[in-house]
T-cell receptor, first 110, second 119 residues
Framework: LAKTTQPISMDSYEGQEVNITCSHN???????ITWYQQFPSQGPRFIIQ???TKVTNEVASLFIPADRKSSTLSLPRVSLSDTAVYYC???????????FGAGTTVTVRA | SAVISQKPSRDICQRGTSLTIQCQVD?????MFWYRQQPGQSLTLIAT?????????ESGFVIDKFPISRPNLTFSTLTVSNMSPEDSSIYLC????????????????FGQGTRLTVV
């Protein structure tokens, strides 16, 4: 699975947009980019997945440039409840194994 | 989506004893996965459990320490054997979101986890 690099932590305030960039220079042709969110004392929760360009759902947007060597998770107008660890994963899911990196701890303050 | 229930949600155990964690899914799934998350760390895959066959363990994990059962398509257990304080972690059960899906996918569902403390 392609290795990913993302910031260890980010601080934000309520109502702001949070953008987390993940680097995956060795992404393979068949790999998808998937983001998970984990609250304390809970298992990770799938947020969004994309292959190229832009994907948007009710929770977030995912921007993927043409070379696919990075991706940016955008959380619009965050609230205190968005405080969590966000993981970027890259893989083709062929064996359904997930390889989690260190993740980005996002702290939203009032 | 799949709903995954894990039991127990937490436990405090004496060193040298064993704990069996149960994972129940509300739908039939081919593959179930067990992860460990040590305090303040990310998740690490322990093993993959397929129904009707022995579990496949990742590097650093062995069957004698983490025996796994998969008696049917909705249930699995993970046993943490001969526990030591180093086994204190959160253990999570996971299933794939698209069993037998046509397209590649890295979407999965996770249980709430079992918080184990070994004293």
């Amino acid at each position: 699975l392609a290795k990913t690099t993302q910031p260890i932590s980010m601080d934000s305030y309520e109502g702001q947009e949070v953008n987390i960039t993940c680097s995956h220079n060795n992404i393979a042709t068949n790999d998808y980019i998937t983001w998970y969110q984990q609250f304390p004392s809970q298992g990770p929760r799938f947020i969004i997945q994309g292959y190229k360009t832009k994907v948007t759902n009710e929770v977030a947007s995912l921007f993927i440039p043409a070379d696919r060597k990075s991706s940016t998770l955008s959380l619009p107008r965050v609230s205190l409840s968005d405080t969590a660890v966000y993981y970027c994963l890259v893989g083709d899911g062929d064996d359904y194994k997930l390889s989690f990196g260190a993740g980005t701890t996002v702290t939203v303050r009032a | 989506s799949a709903v995954i229930s894990q039991k127990p949600s937490r436990d405090i155990c004496q060193r040298g004893t064993s704990l069996t964690i149960q994972c129940q899914v509300d739908s039939q799934v081919t593959m179930m996965f067990w992860y460990r998350q040590q305090p303040g760390q990310s998740l690490t895959l322990i093993a993959t459990a397929n129904q009707g066959s022995e579990a496949t363990y990742e590097s650093g994990f062995v069957i004698d320490k983490f025996p796994i059962s998969r008696p049917n398509l909705t249930f699995s257990t993970l046993t943490v054997s001969n526990m030591s304080p180093e086994d204190s972690s959160i253990y999570l059960c996971s299933v794939e979101a698209s069993p037998g899906g046509v397209t590649a996918s890295t979407e999965a569902f996770f249980g709430q986890g079992t918080r184990l403390t070994v004293v």
